[in-house]
Nanobody
């Protein structure tokens, strides 16, 4: 069984920073981890992902501003978000994929960026 909990969202002014945290409770191996988001009236999109060996991928709109990292021992993942813009507003969700490639999503954390 895999349980995922996100934290760290909030309200910030444009140009500010936030750090999101994803904690995974499980006894099985987690392979890929990633952050996704959906804003008002928009479809869910990839923000950033990271494999177990540390290979990262970023959505084109956040490349250079966001940084993803993970701790394989603690089963945690962080997303450092800098120079936030109003278009970054949305619900950010953590998704993890276990060794059997089964996906588990968290409930999400709200990020609101004011102009």
């Amino acid at each position: 069984q895999v349980h995922v909990v996100e934290s760290g969202g909030g309200l910030v002014q444009a140009g500010g920073s936030l750090r999101l945290h994803c904690a995974v409770s499980t006894t099985i191996q987690i392979n890929d981890m990633g952050w996704y988001r959906h804003g008002p009236g928009t479809q869910r999109e990839l923000v950033a992902s990271i494999t177990r060996d540390g290979t990262t991928d970023y959505g084109s709109s956040v490349h250079g501003r966001f940084r993803i990292s993970r701790d394989n021992i603690k089963n945690t993942m962080d997303l450092q978000m800098n120079n936030l813009q109003p278009e970054d507003t949305g619900v950010y969700l953590c998704k993890v994929t276990d060794y059997q490639w089964y996906e588990t999503w968290g409930q999400g954390t709200q990020v609101t960026v004011s102009s």
